[in-house]
């Protein structure tokens, strides 16, 4: 029996959704800029806005508002859905060149996002959530491979990647990749994530079990709970 059925079409286009969600997350991009990272991990794990600067334009009352209002109205979406991964070679934040899919098949389960470095709404919110998954699955003792794409392969050097990952205090589970543009592209597209600019990137997370199984997507901003919760539900799901 499938956990999670098969999505079925939307009664809205996903690119009007798309767009509500980056009317919402323009009150917060100048907000998580200056923001330290310590708030920005304050606010994903739900503690509140109490700690963000207070010299920044406008009312903190009104961010705190609009924050609060993006994660109710976040509304998950999920669905069970098969890729067939193009065999493209991407480039690792330490520089290696890697083989894909082939890195995603050491046989354990994978968690999977695609990010860019110089994003100031969507990848803080999402890294900073996938660096609590790390952690809350390293003390669980559970082996996982967490994996960030860059969709702006052109700015995202491994250099920048590595700075990046300190950011988010990523550890070895955690590895990211850079490559060339029609490789990232090329993935993008077979995740069906691809919207023709970086600028139009949305939320979305991937999980598998294991090599051959169906990928679980989960479209929106997800926390920490979820997706462990997920990742667990995927793992002893029978399909």
């Known amino acids: 029996m499938t956990l999670f059925p098969i999505?079925?079409?939307?009664?809205?286009?996903?690119?009007?959704?798309?767009?509500?969600?980056?009317?919402?997350?323009?009150?917060?991009?100048?907000?998580?800029?200056?923001?330290?990272?310590?708030?920005?991990?304050?606010?994903?794990?739900?503690?509140?806005?109490?700690?963000?600067?207070?010299?920044?334009?406008?009312?903190?009352?009104?961010?705190?508002?609009?924050?609060?209002?993006?994660?109710?109205?976040?509304?998950?979406?999920?669905?069970?859905?098969?890729?067939?991964?193009?065999?493209?070679?991407?480039v690792r934040r330490d520089g290696r060149p890697v083989a894909f899919p082939a890195a995603l098949d050491d046989g354990r389960p994978v968690l999977l996002d695609f990010i860019y470095t110089s994003c100031t709404a969507i990848c803080p919110l999402t890294s900073q959530v996938f660096s609590q998954v790390e952690e809350r699955l390293r003390m669980e003792k559970d082996p996982v491979t967490m994996v960030s794409i860059s969709i702006d392969p052109e700015y995202d050097t491994p250099n920048r990647l590595t700075d990046y990952a300190k950011r988010f205090h990523a550890g070895d589970e955690w590895q990211y990749y850079t490559g060339s543009l029609d490789a990232s592209i090329a993935l993008q597209k077979a995740f069906d994530v691809y919207r023709g600019d970086k600028m139009n990137h949305f939320p979305v997370t991937f999980l598998r079990a294991a090599p051959g199984k169906p990928w679980l997507r989960i479209e929106g901003f997800a926390n920490a709970d979820e997706l462990v919760q997920a990742y667990h539900q995927v793992l002893h799901s029978p399909s």
Do not use: N
Request: hydrophobic residues 45%.
């Open 7 to 90: 999505a079925k079409e939307t009664t809205m286009p996903l690119v009007s959704s798309v767009s509500r969600q980056r009317r919402r997350l323009l009150g917060l991009a100048a907000l998580l800029a200056a923001a330290p990272l310590a708030s920005i991990r304050r606010a994903v794990a739900g503690d509140g806005m109490a700690d963000m600067p207070m010299d920044m334009h406008g009312d903190m009352h009104d961010h705190a508002h609009h924050h609060h209002m993006a994660m109710a109205d976040k509304g998950l979406k999920r669905s069970q859905v098969s890729y067939s991964i193009p065999p493209v070679t991407l």
